[in-house]
């Protein structure tokens, strides 16, 4: 006769075994997801303060490329990709971008090489 080795199970180790098997959220993962949506909800709130209190939304427009085209008609005359950067505050890569996509759609040209004009 073999004797059987394995210990037996508790019933705490049963009952975690099952909720992992079934996929059933327990108290520690709702406690981080409230956690998770907490820190969402500040960043969103946030978010929202910053534009709605004088930012580039609500000054110019909708969207960031909105933004560069404003800005790209009020100067007129053409404005330097740098100076484009500082009124709109965007970053560099963001901004190349949404040149690129302007000058492509046809809303905007280059009027010489970083400096641009309303088509």
Known sequence: MVANTE??????????????YYKIPTKKDMDRLNAKMD???T?????????????YRSRFGNT???VVLEVIKEAGDGIRFS?????TGFNEKKLRNIVFRL???GK??????GIYVHA
């Open 83 to 87: 100076e484009l950067q500082d009124q």
């Open 103 to 105: 000058n492509k759609l």
């Open 43 to 55: 960043l969103i709130s946030n978010a929202n303060c910053r534009r709605s209190s004088g930012g």
């Open 64 to 66: 960031a490329s909105g």
């Open 108 to 113: 905007i040209k280059p009027k010489s090489r």
């Open 7 to 20: 210990r037996p199970k508790s019933f705490d180790t049963m009952v975690k075994y099952f909720l992992r």
């Open 39 to 41: 820190r969402l909800e």
